[in-house]
């Protein structure tokens, strides 16, 4: 069952039609074929009349989906014979964080992503894709791994943000997002880094310091969210929309400002409503940026990673 968002209340009417009409028995005075080929009609000319203009804040919530892919989603549509590696060998697992070696695409990888969970029991496991220290100390140890053995890495950024715990900050949150953050500027091989839904705060940049940094269409990457900046400016959550507009977490936004490398354009409606065709279109756009990096020595990829981030913020920001 397709769950609709508030501004998407037309669309669940003319769907429901849809259903209506396709469960009647043909009483030969009404072609239903032709009566739903109508009516989708309608419904494909207001997702692209309405999802041409979201405002960043519709924007947010298409990118928090409950329907839409996650990391786990994309690794078993794209990557063969995966095998998880688990824990820091420091204190213990993170299921928030997954971690492992595969192949994609005739390419042997190391592939790491932050996973929300598709279920409210997954959810729970998953912690909700909010990583704890020991789920980015996995991420330097693999990180590491594919260093030792020459493996290209992919990164799956979905976060709201690192867990906030008072059990995480004792072990060490922002040392461990820190190092992973110095790591990623270490390694000597090809990085991409996708933000496929959500990417929060320092949470989301110890996973996307990247050689080449994409995100989906309705997607959204920002320092904070909308509602912690709404809570902390005004005081008031119900400035959430304000705050999405002033952040620029768009991709559009991010990728006029130079942060992003790459925009991939989502099926219509979002991803949420075709999986498939999103998987395909990921697919195909890490191919290209491992691909963009084929010939490039270690310390080649490493500079030109450092010299991408330190030139954040030349485009200005007007």
């Known amino acids: 069952m397709l769950h609709y968002l508030d501004f998407e209340k037309s669309i669940a009417e003319l769907e429901g039609k849809i259903e209506e009409l396709r469960h ?7 072609n239903i074929a032709e009566e739903v080929t109508k009516l989708q009609a309608k419904v494909d000319k207001q997702l692209r009349s309405l999802y041409a203009k979201l405002s960043p804040w519709q924007k947010t919530q298409v990118a928090r989906h409950q329907d839409r892919p996650h990391t786990l989603d994309y690794i078993r549509e794209l990557i063969e014979d995966f095998t998880p590696l688990a824990g820091d060998r420091l204190y213990g697992e993170d299921e928030a964080v997954i971690g492992g070696l595969g192949r994609f695409r005739g390419r042997s990888v190391m592939v790491i992503g932050i996973e929300k969970g598709n279920d409210t029991e997954a959810r729970v496991r998953h912690n909700f894709g909010m990583a704890r220290p020991e789920g980015y100390r996995k991420a330097q140890r693999l990180m590491k791994m594919a260093d030792r053995f020459n493996l290209p890495v992919i990164a799956l950024v979905d976060t709201p ?62 320092v904070i969210s909308p509602e912690g900046c709404a809570s902390i400016l005004w005081r008031d959550a119900e400035k959430s929309k304000d705050a999405a507009e002033a952040l620029r977490l768009t991709s559009k936004d991010l990728y006029d400002l130079g942060v992003i490398d790459a925009v991939v354009p989502e099926p219509l409606g979002g991803a949420h409503r075709n999986p498939e065709a999103m998987f395909k279109a990921v697919g195909a756009e890490i191919e290209h940026a491992i691909s963009s990096m084929d010939g490039l020595d270690g310390g080649q990829l490493r500079a030109k990673r450092r010299e991408k981030f330190m030139a954040l913020g030349d485009k200005g920001l007007s």
């Open 24 to 30: 009647i028995t043909g009483s030969g005075e009404v």
């Open 161 to 222: 943000g690192a867990f906030p715990g008072a059990d995480a900050e004792a072990r060490g949150q922002a040392e461990a997002i820190a190092r992973s953050i110095e790591v990623s500027f270490q390694i000597r091989v090809p990085f991409v880094a996708i933000v496929i839904g959500e990417g929060g705060s320092g949470g989301a940049i110890a996973l996307a310091c990247a050689n080449q940094l994409l995100m989906l269409e309705h997607s959204i990457y920002s």
